[in-house]
C-alpha cells in the first residue's frame, strides 16, 4: 500500500501534470494531492518547504536541468523519494539519474497506471533504507568522532602519566643518589671515628683489649654492610666511572654471593651514555640478574652491552629453566613476572623497548633497546 499522499511535480509542461493526475486516480489506495510547479527557482522554495511526500522531477526544465535539482535537494540532505521523468529512457539516462540521487525514473508515454504504482512504490522503500543507511551513518560518524576524542583524551592521558613516572623516577634515583652518599660519607666518618676511639681505648687500658677488639670488629663489619646499602641503594661508579665499570662490581658482588658464572662482554670502549640511559640499563640488569638468581635456576649468565649512534643495547641471557611468557597479559603477581613488567616500564620512560625469548627448559633471553639522542645533544 502507498502511504505517499501529498506528491510534487517539477515540470514546465501542464499536459504532464494532467496527465499524471489522471493516472494517479486510478492508482488504488487513498486520495493523493498533486501540486504543480514548472520553474527551476519555485521546485527549490518548495522542495525546501518540505510539504509533500515524494517528487517526481522533469529531466528538462526548460533552460534547467531536472538533474541538477535533484543534486541540489540531495545536497540539501532532502532523503524523501524522487522519480525522474524523462521522453528518452536509456543505460545512461538510468546511471545519470541514480548518479544525481533519484530513486527511480520513468519514461513518459511508456507507462500506466499499475508501472506508476510499482514505481511509487518502490522508491518510497528506497528512499526509506537510504534514509536509514544515512541515519546510520550519521550514527557511525558520531561514533568515531566520539572514539577520536576519548583516544586523544586518553593519549593525553597517559602521557602525562608518563610524564609524572619519568619524575618520579628521576626523584627516586636523586634519592637514592642522596642517601647512598649520606651512609657513605656521615655514617662511615663516623664509624672511622668510633675505630679511632677504640683504638686509642685499648691502649690506653691494655685489659679490655680483647673487648676493644671485637667492638673493632663489629665496626668492620658494620662499615661493609653501610658499603654494601649504599652501593645497592646507587652505586658511586655509575655517576663516577660509568656503566661498565658499575656493572663489573654488580657482577663481582653476585658472583660472590651465588653459584652464578657471568659471561660478560662490555662494548662501549669506555664511552659514557646519557646518565638516564646509564641508570635505566643499570637498573635492568640489576633486576634481571636478580630474576635469574631467584627464580631460573641457572649456572651460567651470558651479558652484551653495546651502543651504535642511535641506540644501546642490552642483552641477558641465562641457561637457566625458563617459563611460559604470554607478554605481561596474565597475572604478573601471581606468576612472578612483575619484575619483568617493571623493567619493561622503567624502559618505556626512555623511549626504550622489552623483548624477551623464552621457553620451559629453554633459558630465557632478554633484549632491552633504547634510542640514544644526536650526539651534540646529549
Not at 501529498?6 to 493523493?32: H, K
Not at 522519480?83 to 533519484?102: K, N, R, Y
Not at 583516544?151 to 626523584?171: F, G, N
Amino acid at each position: 500500500m502507498i502511504t505517499l499522499t501529498r506528491l510534487l511535480l517539477v515540470d514546465d509542461a501542464r499536459v504532464d501534470f494532467i496527465w499524471l493526475e489522471q493516472m494517479l486516480r486510478r492508482i488504488p489506495g487513498p486520495p493523493r494531492v498533486l501540486d504543480w510547479v514548472s520553474r527551476f527557482e519555485a521546485a527549490e522554495q518548495a522542495i525546501a518547504a518540505g510539504g509533500h511526500d515524494l517528487y517526481f522531477v522533469d529531466f528538462r526544465l526548460g533552460p534547467d536541468s531536472g538533474l541538477d535539482l535533484i543534486r541540489a535537494a540531495r545536497r540539501r540532505g532532502v532523503l524523501k523519494p524522487i522519480i525522474m521523468l524523462t521522453g528518452h529512457g536509456s543505460e545512461a539516462v538510468d546511471i545519470a539519474a541514480t548518479e544525481a540521487g533519484a530513486n527511480d525514473y520513468l519514461v513518459k508515454g511508456e507507462f500506466d497506471h499499475v508501472l506508476l504504482g510499482r514505481t511509487m512504490r518502490y522508491a518510497e522503500r528506497n528512499a526509506r533504507a537510504l534514509a536509514e543507511l544515512d541515519r546510520r551513518a550519521t550514527q557511525l560518524q558520531a561514533l568515531v568522532v566520539d572514539l577520536k576524542t576519548e583516544t586523544e583524551r586518553r593519549a593525553l592521558a597517559e602521557t602525562e602519566l608518563s610524564e609524572v613516572l619519568r619524575r618520579t623516577v628521576v626523584e627516586q634515583e636523586a634519592e637514592r643518589q642522596r642517601i647512598a652518599h649520606e651512609l657513605h660519607d656521615s655514617l662511615g666518618q663516623s664509624l672511622t671515628l668510633l675505630q679511632l676511639g677504640l683504638n686509642r681505648l685499648g691502649h690506653s687500658d691494655p685489659a679490655k683489649a680483647g673487648e676493644v677488639g671485637a667492638l673493632n670488629q663489629i665496626a668492620d663489619e658494620l662499615g661493609r654492610e653501610i658499603n654494601r646499602l649504599a652501593w645497592e641503594i646507587r652505586p658511586t661508579a655509575l655517576d663516577d666511572l660509568g656503566l661498565q665499570d658499575a656493572i663489573r662490581h654488580l657482577l663481582d658482588t653476585w658472583g660472590n654471593r651465588t653459584h652464578l658464572h657471568f659471561d660478560l662482554h662490555l662494548m662501549l670502549q669506555d664511552k659514557r651514555l646519557p646518565a638516564v640511559v646509564e641508570t635505566t640499563l643499570y637498573r635492568v640488569l640489576q633486576e634481571a640478574v636478580t630474576n635469574v638468581a631467584r627464580h631460573a635456576e641457572a649456572v651460567r649468565v651470558g651479558i652484551i652491552l653495546e651502543a651504535t649512534e642511535q641506540e644501546a643495547r642490552l642483552i641477558v641471557e641465562d641457561d637457566g629453566r625458563g617459563f611460559t611468557w604470554d607478554g605481561g597479559s596474565g597475572n604478573a603477581v601471581s606468576s612472578g613476572r612483575l619484575g619483568l613488567l617493571g623493567m619493561r616500564d622503567r624502559l618505556s620512560l626512555v623511549g626504550g623497548t622489552l623483548e624477551l625469548e623464552t621457553s620451559p627448559g629453554g633459558g630465557t633471553t632478554l633484549f632491552s633497546r633504547v634510542p640514544l639522542p644526536p650526539a651534540g645533544r646529549r
